[in-house]
């Protein structure tokens, strides 16, 4: 039953999505078309996301953890090597 | 001078001049009342107008939530993009191009068919055609016959299955009181005057063609709106769009409302008098256009305006607004200018006896200089009339195009008018018009107020018969009007060119033919559709049309 329930309550989702970006006018070839073009998009995004922001979260991590040690002295070495 | 207005608000006990009695609200500027109340409380804008309005006035439009109008753009965005595309590849032949397009012999001309309107109509309307133009085949009464169709090339063309779709709740239709009907007393007067007159005479009324017909309908309209005298026309869009270059021209002032119909902007075009346009129902602007028309005069010379009229209507059909007349009244009395009232819509849906927005808000119907109306509304049949004093009928007899060139109308739709209107008046002997005008109001302050319980968007005045639902976004007109047909209800739903690009809509308009089982069945059609496509965008916050910008307006008039 919560499986069912799921189901239809992604679908509506898919309808407001549908309903939104007015794809529920479109005609199937260009329903494609608006498909390939987001699902392409929202991949780049999450695999940009995958690859950059561990690394972005590493520095900023190594960053306020130096902040908080108060070593002037290193703390402006660190910056140097940024 | 002492300013009513202002002693009272000073005093903070009586009520204010021109706005409302709130004292001791938060925020007020010129007698408004802005209260933004927690999201689940219902709240209506009262606007008692101080003495000037005898009966409450409820209007009250809500203003696009700020998320939806970005994603209503957003919605036109893609749409647009696609519509670029599509045109690129009609352009080189990559897909049939079934739209109009320029000939070959014509390349090197001004382009037809380039403008926003044409691409409008070629990538966005055509992808929602079906919602339109439905064929019909019965009476447009409260229920309605529809003939199925389908595209099988995304809405370029349609073909008709053969089938029919039955009793359809007719929501659609400006049909108020229920005279379009196929029996009853109408009906019977008609075909027998079409009998013994037949169905027409092809001839102006100048020339042979004024029947005993006519003469009756005109003493009949003139009483029945309470004026000296009344002209009939056979058209409605013609006696606006020809009598008012018979009534002003060059040298001569319109002050016109924003929202003013096609007809009356075209008959204010046509006259050639200067034209300037005032916020919709807005009396702060309109005053300062009459100020400033008072003062100035006209442009360059300085001479004074030969007239000013002013055009509004009674009820504005795509914002279910009513005008205020009270003031638009006072201010016209306050300037000595003419006022010219497009009675459309109100003629017959409004005041408890049916005889228009004069009769609704009790005033005296000599006020108004230019009475206009249609037949074709209330009254189920066609043409429109003007009425007012003697002098400007017998002008407007002899010089206004459409009295000197037009046909005079089919004497059976002269009975059918002259038929309702008896039947309104009571002088059928029945009570069935007083009952159908009752039947009316308690129709749409039942419809409006269930609508607004929902979480609808509505606009317009609470007794407005014309109900505006908002849609805002593109896919969901299409949507809407789909899936109501589906459920069998038919809808009418407006877009862009009708409505500013984000503020779709679709429009319902209650008939005195809707039973309360009919209302319901829609109502419970209309919520679920409401949840299917989110809909129900209302936050409850009530904040009036107007923002009055301007100075107060007093209306005392001015001592000669």
Known sequence: MDIKNMKNYLYWLFCQFELITCSYLMEPWEKVLFYTFNITMLFMVLYTAYIYVPIHISTAFQFSRILCSKHETTYLVVIWTF | MERPGRAAAVAGAQPRANGCSGAGHGTLRNGYVRRFPAPDTQVDHIVHNGGLYKRPFNEAFEETPMLVAVLTYVGYGVLTLFGYLRDFMRQWKIEKCQNATEREEQKDFVPLYQDFENF????????????????????????????????????????????????????????????????????????????????????????????????????????????????????????????????????CLILSDELNHASLVLGARLSGATIRIFKHNNMQSLE????????????????????????????????????????????????KSYLYLDEAHSIGALGPSGRGVVDYFGLNPEDVDIMMGTFTKSFG??????????????????????????????????????????????????????????????????????????????????????????????????AFGREMLKRNIGVVVVGFPATPIIESRARFCLSAAHTKEMLDRALKEIDEVGDLLQLKYSRHRLVPLLDRPFDETTYEETED
């Open chain 2, 120 to 251: 409008y109509t070629r990538n966005l309307y055509m992808r929602i055609r079906d919602s339109w133009n439905r064929p019909i085949c019965s009476v447009p009464g409260a229920k309605v016959d529809m003939m199925e169709r389908v595209s099988h090339d995304y809405n370029w063309t349609f073909t008709y299955t053969g089938r029919v779709i039955k009793d359809i709740i007719n929501m659609g239709s400006y049909n108020y009181l229920g005279f379009a009907q196929n029996t009853g007393t109408c009906q019977e007067a008609a075909a027998k005057v079409l009998s013994q007159y037949g169905a027409g005479v092809c001839s102006s009324r100048q020339e042979m063609g004024n029947l005993d017909k006519h003469e009756e309908l005109e003493k009949l309209v003139a009483r029945f709106l309470g004026v000296e005298s009344a002209m009939a026309y056979g058209m409605g869009f013609a006696t606006n769009s020809m009598n008012i270059p018979a009534l002003v021209g060059k040298g």
């Open chain 2, 288 to 335: 300062k256009l009459l100020k400033d028309a008072i003062v100035h005069g006209q442009p360059r010379t300085r001479r004074p305006w030969k007239k000013i009229l002013i055009l509004v209507e009674g009820i504005y059909s795509m914002e279910g607004s009513i005008v205020r007349l009270p003031e638009v009244i006072a201010l016209k009395k306050k300037y």
């Open chain 2, 381 to 478: 049949a066609a043409g429109g009339y003007i009425g007012g004093k003697k002098e400007l009928i017998d002008y407007l007899r002899t010089y206004s195009h459409s009295a000197v060139y037009a046909t005079s109308m089919s004497p059976p739709v002269v009975e059918q008018i002259i038929t309702s209107v008896k039947c309104i008046m009571g002088e059928d002997g029945t009570i069935v018009g007083k009952a159908r005008v009752q039947q009316l109001a308690e129709n749409t302050r039942y419809f409006r107020r269930r609508l607004k319980e929902m979480g609808f968007i509505i606009y317009g005045n609470e007794d407005s018969p014309v109900v505006p639902l908002m849609l805002y976004m593109p896919a969901k007109i299409g």
